[in-house]
């Protein structure tokens, strides 16, 4: 009978243990997924810190490339040329571009970081636009003195390819991360204001 006694009290006492210590380990699990939600783990936040500076640099080195043909160009035949009466001063260009270049590294890291259907697609035709980008400078500055009109023909060409480039962009974009295409919509409209400026150019040199 005793012993009878002592074998729901002994099974009272361990279903209270257990109780207590699924509730302890229950907490602490709770605790750790709350910990995991407020604060990034590292690694993540070194990984998108690293692709973010990658994106940035990209977008450097393109404007440094851009740059090297623009330099020695823009006070030479560029000065001289017949341009379109809206062309703005020269001064406008770097702080204009420099802005644009950040903006679309931003856009591009931030659909990166999501987890969109089209992402690769979307990317894959950011890196396009990019090179079509990157090309298109020395073939307007650098390659008019060789090639006179027929580089700045070419030229065109080139910034035509790129505006449809970052207007596909902007629309993969869009869907993915709104916001990265929004920072993709002044991009598109300087393009397209350039693209007026070379045809202007090609016309009329």
């Keep these: ?32 997924t709350r910990g995991d939600g407020a604060r990034p783990k590292p690694r993540r936040t070194a990984v998108d810190l690293a692709a973010l500076l990658a994106f940035l640099a990209a977008s450097a080195l393109v404007a440094w490339l851009g740059s090297q043909a623009t330099i020695s160009n823009v006070t030479g035949w560029y000065a001289a040329a017949d341009k379109a009466p809206w062309s703005p001063p020269n001064w406008v260009f770097g702080p204009v571009w420099t802005v644009l270049y950040t903006a679309m590294a931003v856009a591009a890291w931030l659909v990166w970081r999501s987890h969109g259907p089209n992402r690769r697609t979307a990317l894959t035709l950011y890196g396009v636009q990019l090179a079509l980008n990157m090309v298109w400078t020395p073939v307007f500055f650098g390659l008019y003195p060789a090639w006179g009109a027929a580089a700045l023909w070419l030229a065109l060409g080139i910034i035509v390819a790129l505006a449809l480039a970052v207007a596909g962009t902007v629309l993969l974009f869009g869907p993915i991360r709104r916001t990265a295409g929004l920072l993709m919509l002044p991009y598109l409209s300087w393009v397209v204001f350039a693209s007026s400026l070379n045809l202007w150019a090609a016309a009329n040199n």
């Design 1 to 32: 009978m005793e012993s009878r006694d002592r074998g729901p009290a002994a099974r009272a006492g361990r279903d209270a243990g257990a109780g207590g210590g699924g509730k302890s380990g229950d907490g602490s699990s709770g605790d750790e």
